[in-house]
């Protein structure tokens, strides 16, 4: 190739990216706008937690705001299933204390109703049944701070899923935000 011809190719990049502006630069302005209007209204979580978990959440990049909404409920079921295992695990050990390992019994029931919750709301968040998502979401939210507190229920006892029952409750409420952006 001449330098003449990849002279005229750059420029002709170059002028097509001042049109066209990047389609990725719009939608991360999108989660920025849409995190930072959540976290602002909501105190559950911040504007960072926000915007970290949705744009690692495959097809972020390329959706609206209720499509942005659906990958929040996926992600809070993601989050669910994963803390189901991880409390399986936990309990396979062997030489737990029989508190702790009651309080994980509770728990797992719990992410187990959580999962099958979540999966529901995924249904009625496609079909518009934003009323029903809200109470779905909302319950396993509940879950997650029940969870956590029967750790608290005993001086010294130390919950191995505090991160976990965080991670799930501010999933929920980044979910209910979106939602309510889009009455």
């Known amino acids: 190739m001449s330098f003449s011809s990849i002279f005229f190719l750059l420029m002709s990049l170059l002028f097509l990216s001042m049109i066209f502006p990047s389609a990725a630069s ?27 978990s949705i744009q690692a959440a495959p097809g ?9 909404g659906l990958i929040a409920v996926r992600l809070h079921r993601d989050n669910a ?11 396979g050990k062997k030489g737990l204390a029989p508190a702790v390992k009651m309080r994980l019994e509770d ?6 109703d959580g999962v099958d919750s979540l999966t529901q709301a995924i249904r009625e968040y496609r079909d518009g049944n934003y009323a029903h998502v809200n109470v779905l979401v909302s319950a396993v ?18 919950s191995p899923l505090t991160k976990q029952n965080d991670d799930a409750f501010q999933l929920g409420a980044i979910s209910l935000s979106i939602m309510n952006m889009q009455k």
Do not use: P
């Open 107 to 112: 728990c797992l029931d719990m992410y187990i």
């Open 26 to 52: 719009c939608c991360t302005k999108l989660i920025d706008d849409t995190c930072k209007n959540a976290s602002h209204n909501d105190s559950n979580f911040s504007f960072r937690f926000c915007k970290t």
């Open 60 to 68: 972020s990049r390329c959706v609206n705001l209720r499509g942005l």
């Open 81 to 91: 299933t994963d803390t189901r295992c991880y409390i399986r695990q936990l309990l």
């Open 141 to 158: 939210m509940t879950y997650s701070t029940t969870c956590e507190d029967g750790f608290n229920e005993i001086k010294g006892l130390v």
